[in-house]
């Protein structure tokens, strides 16, 4: 998916699972890689009840390289089974995919399971396609592929990858994400009969790059990543859904850079899409990138996101891991037409140890008995008057359980605010200037819009070590955290008139019983052939 690079210089291979385990930033109930670099979420799905997760996968090292599908497989979409690898490069002069099997989708042909993904050589990226077997273990490569040659003639694209396919009627079709340079993002559309001879429609609907400021967070870049389509509503796309929204995700993305992810609201019908309203998909940005969703058998609209690192290179390289999945969270419409997200409720298995606190009212600021750890689900209902500021402080240290008036030492803040007056503006910001004492790591503020229908907040926060998932309202805010005195207190503070009505917590076990080996065995690949040096 991205043209992120490193040099290959990194640690021997077999260290990098030790490494990684070593850790204390590597989360332990978010799905990660068994070590090396893991990126987009790919072929994310339901099928025979069993629920797949795909991902880009460089077992070499933590660093984008020579990308292979890596595979894990649930029933519950919290425990995760790791499987065998199941697209890797072919050598060969005439192998499309010799570079890299980039991100892609998992479609039913049929009743063949079939993989659509970009496969790249050199500087091209073009689609590819592989079948499995019934069990999903065994993948083997079309012998069309590519199937698309080369992106539109005679367009002048950023870049030509990424994939969203679907049946529609008797036809297939396929988005492919891309950009036309000096007008802006796109997704380029095509129709197929059999899912390797594919017809080219034209452009579902072109950004406009010059539009806003490039710094802006909902700034629409020079190409879209990992383009999604679906409806959000009754019926599928291509029907006639009456109000139904057809929503287009897709990042941003511009000269190699990983941005954030956008979503429009709008209509998709015929060749084409009206787009409606263009909102920001999670508030923090590059830390939610390249998110894929399909739905499940209980007809929920489930998403998964790319938790990138906000450390160096080197740090990650030096670690021997890198790159997170999110936890899977539910999609629905609101009353005011946006997307709103919360985990699956699935998660609530892991909870452990509960602890209730409140009501109360909210001054100053205290650390909470009881309610400690780097491994958290927190659940809280507060009420703001206008004019008040709620916090919540994580990953704390250097706080005594009295402490009111002693700094600490670090601390992650995640803060809601009620603006005072009549404008009923209210804001969620996650502070991360005090979350870690390592100057190197990205400490930048992220925030968005939240709306306070009377003053009511309902904040869900998961900390699972470096990882942080926000949901305040149904607006979500990940990022990353690397706190290095390993603080584990939670505290509230608040000013003007804020009250807690209710804080439930657990700590939430892991996932993991031990290392994992980064290579399954794989009856799809045979004996893995070294790594390259």
């Given at each position: ?21 070593a ?27 069993t ?6 996968y ?61 496969g ?14 019934p ?31 679907w ?32 017809d ?56 190699g ?25 999670d ?16 007809g929920?609209?489930v ?25 899977p ?103 991360r ?67 807690l ?33």
């Amino acid at each position: 998916m991205t043209g992120l690079t490193h040099p290959l210089a990194t640690v021997p291979q077999d260290e990098l699972v030790i490494r990684a385990e070593a850790d204390p930033h590597r989360p332990r109930f978010h799905f990660v890689s068994p070590a090396g670099w893991l990126n987009d979420p790919n072929g994310v799905s339901q099928w025979n009840g069993t629920y797949h997760l795909f991902y880009q996968y460089n077992p070499e090292g933590a660093f984008h390289h020579r990308i292979l599908w890596g595979h894990a497989t649930s029933t519950d979409l919290v425990t995760w089974t790791d499987q065998p690898v199941a697209l890797e490069p072919t050598d060969g002069p005439d192998s499309p995919d010799a570079d890299g099997c980039w991100s892609g989708v998992l479609v039913n042909d049929g009743g063949a399971p079939t993989l659509v993904y970009s496969g790249r050589r050199g500087e091209r990226e073009l689609p590819c396609v592989a079948v499995g077997s019934p069990d999903l273990l065994t993948w083997t490569k079309a012998p069309e592929n590519p199937v698309i040659a080369a992106p539109p003639a005679g367009v002048d694209v950023t870049a030509y990858r990424d994939h969203c396919v679907w049946r529609e009627g008797s036809r297939w079709r396929q988005l492919v994400g891309s950009g036309i340079r000096g007008r802006g993002g796109t997704a380029f559309l095509y129709e197929s009969a059999d899912l390797r001879t594919w017809d080219y429609i034209g452009p579902l609907f072109i950004g406009d790059a010059s539009a806003g400021d490039p710094a802006a967070t909902d700034w629409e870049g020079t190409m879209w990543e990992c383009v999604d389509l679906f409806r959000a509503g009754p019926g599928v796309l291509g029907s006639d859904g009456g109000e139904a929204d057809d929503v287009l995700v897709f990042s941003a993305w511009d000269d190699g850079d990983t941005r954030h992810p956008l979503y429009w609201t709008g209509r998709y019908a015929g060749d084409s899409y009206t787009p409606r309203q263009l909102r920001r998909l999670d508030y923090g940005g590059r830390y939610f990138y390249a998110p894929q969703s399909f739905t499940d058998d209980a007809g929920r609209r489930v998403m998964f996101g790319w938790l990138q690192e906000g450390r160096t290179d080197e740090a990650m390289v030096e670690a021997g891991w890198s790159g997170v999945m999110s936890l899977p969270r539910v999609a629905t419409l609101d009353s005011g037409g946006e997307l709103a997200f919360a985990p699956v409720p699935e998660v609530e298995a892991l909870r452990r140890d509960h602890i209730r606190i409140g009501p109360r009212e909210v001054a100053g600021s205290g650390v909470l008995a009881g309610v400690a750890g780097n491994q958290l689900d927190l659940e809280l209902d507060v009420e703001l008057e206008p004019g008040s500021v709620f916090r919540l402080g994580i990953l704390v240290s250097g706080v005594g359980a009295a402490g009111t008036s002693q700094s600490p030492a670090e601390e992650t803040v995640i803060e809601v605010g009620r603006a005072a007056g009549s404008s009923g503006e209210s804001w969620l910001r996650l502070d991360r200037s005090g979350s870690s004492l390592d100057h190197s790591v990205d400490a930048e503020d992220r925030s968005g819009p939240v709306n306070l229908d009377g003053g009511k907040l309902h904040l869900r926060v998961l900390v699972d070590r470096s990882a942080l998932e926000i949901f305040a309202n149904g607006k979500p805010l990940t990022a990353r955290v690397y706190p290095t005195l390993g603080g584990t207190a939670v505290r509230l503070s608040g000013a003007g008139n804020v009250r807690l009505r209710q804080l439930d917590g657990w700590r939430m076990e892991g996932i993991y019983a031990g290392p994992r080996p980064l290579f399954p065995d794989s009856p799809s690949i045979g004996p893995h052939r070294p790594l390259s040096p």
